[in-house]
Nanobody, 123 residues
């Protein structure tokens, strides 16, 4: 079992930055590909970014490429999402997720989820 705890969300103005953190416990994070997803009110949860277990591979949804960076520090059992040049359309609850094997780019590929952290970008 894996427990995931997210932090770092908040309210920022358009063009600003935030860094989200996801701390894992229960199992070493190095065994798990990880992803970030987000969900706005009334919308489906969508893929944002993913990273392989050793950090060698990363993927992003087109709308955040060049602005967001996913990274991980397996010695700290933590995954990060650096978000720069934030836009109002980035407003959502952001969720950290882990897969037992598959690099997660679909919600059904995720085996464990964090509680979510709110990101609000004002215009």
């Amino acid at each position: 079992q894996v427990q995931l705890v997210e932090s770092g969300g908040g309210l920022v103005q358009a063009g600003g930055s935030l860094r989200l953190s996801c701390a894992a416990s229960g199992r070493t994070l190095s065994n798990y590909p990880m992803g970030w997803f987000r969900q706005a009110p009334g919308k489906e949860r969508e893929f944002v970014a993913a990273i392989s277990s050793n950090g060698g591979l990363t993927y992003y949804v087109d709308s955040v490429k060049g602005r967001f960076t996913i990274s991980r520090d397996n010695t700290k059992n933590t995954v990060y999402l650096q978000m720069n040049t934030l836009k109002p359309e980035d407003t959502a609850v952001y969720y950290c997720a882990a897969s037992r094997i598959i690099l997660p780019r679909r919600t059904y590929e995720c085996d464990y989820w964090g509680q979510g952290t709110q990101v609000t970008v004002s215009s």
